[in-house]
């Protein structure tokens, strides 16, 4: 079972286009963090959420960590080519020695010329 | 800063052979991870080590899996008597442990492939 579950599993948009994926989960997370990963390279961090409600602008990629602290969405605006990427979703949950993340099984994006 | 390093980037292996990764963190960081990734899958919790212990380790990870962190700086997975099932890419991350936001910082990662 998923403890982060992410949509939608694909997405394939013209350049210029708006999109939105999410990232949901039935448990609570001190915090939420959003990475991009490139083919053949590691994960690499876009922004890390932690108030409920929370809305962070990163250009055109506005983050949102909701209410509840169990969920997320990321949506760009007038999408360009080089966002494409697989989007992780990681939560951060308190364990025996501190806290450890739970990554989700990413959204794969393909932005079209 | 140099990142995270990892070693080899791609390794190909017949099965049952012994295979050996190598992870090196950022200097000061003082947490390291090993993850797991498959293609169109996110990364799948292996180990992670602060300074030198390992302090926790998946349930799903299998006795033929080993990590050390000897002296709370470079670390190193072995996978003993490879299966085909174990072809993936080995993610290692590093961080800097804190309060609130802590903050992976990966490799490129070694990708295995077991024939």
């Known amino acids: 079972t998923q403890l982060l579950e992410q949509s939608p599993q694909f997405l394939s948009i013209q350049e210029g286009e708006n999109l939105t994926v999410y990232c949901n989960s039935s448990?609570?997370?001190?915090?939420l963090q959003w990475y991009r990963q490139e083919p053949g390279e590691g994960p690499v961090l876009l922004v890390t959420?932690?108030?409920?409600?929370e809305v962070k602008k990163l250009k055109r990629l506005t983050f949102q960590f909701g209410d509840a602290r169990k969920d997320s969405s990321l949506h760009i605006t007038a999408a360009q080519t080089g966002d494409t990427g697989l989007y992780l979703c990681a939560g951060l949950k308190p364990d025996n020695y501190g806290q450890n993340f739970v990554f989700g099984p990413g959204t794969r994006l393909s932005v079209l010329p | 800063d140099t990142g995270v390093s990892q070693n080899p980037r791609h390794k190909i292996t017949k099965r049952g052979q012994n295979v050996t990764f190598r992870c090196d963190p950022i200097?000061?960081?003082?947490?390291l991870y090993w993850y797991r990734q498959t293609l169109g899958q996110g990364p799948e919790f292996l180990t992670y080590f602060q300074n030198e212990a390992q302090l926790e380790k998946s349930r799903l990870l299998s006795d033929r899996f080993s990590a050390e962190r000897p002296k709370g700086s470079f670390s190193t997975l072995e996978i003993q008597r490879t299966e085909q099932g174990d072809s993936a890419m080995y993610l290692c991350?590093?961080?800097?442990?804190?309060?609130?936001?802590?903050?992976?910082?990966f490799g490129s990662g070694t990708q295995l492939s077991v024939l």
């Open positions: 448990s609570v997370f001190s915090s």
């Open positions: 959420v932690v108030t409920g409600g």
């Open positions: 991350a590093s961080s800097l442990l804190s309060q609130t936001n802590e903050k992976l910082f």
């Open positions: 200097s000061e960081h003082n947490r």
